[in-house]
Nanobody
């Protein structure tokens, strides 16, 4: 059974930072691409960042590029999302997801339960 467990969400003020983590079990983490998605109330789910199996190919959405950094520690089976200069429009439930292949050119096949990020003054 593949499990993805996110942590690190919370409530912050605009301009502050948060780091999300996602620990994966039940699959050889180092062999698969990973991504962070988010979904705000009333909006479609959006992929904000993706990283290939070895961390050499990374892609960001326009809305977070330059503020968010995705990374992975294959020895610890953990995915990270460093979020800086947070804005109210970053408020959403954030999900980590794992792909069935080394690159993020297909759809993820497993998801975490999500962690809430709220940015408000």
């Amino acid at each position: 059974q593949v499990l993805l467990t996110e942590s690190g969400g919370g409530s912050v003020q605009p301009g502050e930072s948060l780091t999300l983590s996602c620990v994966v079990s039940g699959r050889a983490f180092r062999n698969y691409a990973m991504a962070w998605f988010r979904q705000a109330p009333g909006k479609e789910r959006e992929r904000v960042a993706a990283i290939n199996w070895i961390g050499r190919n990374i892609r960001y959405s326009d809305s977070v590029r330059g503020r968010f950094t995705i990374s992975r520690d294959n020895d610890k089976s953990t995915l990270f999302l460093q979020m800086n200069d947070l804005k109210p429009e970053d408020t959403a439930v954030y999900y980590c997801a794992i792909y069935p292949v080394v690159y993020f050119n297909e759809s993820p096949d497993h998801w975490g339960q999500g962690t809430q990020v709220t940015v408000s003054s």
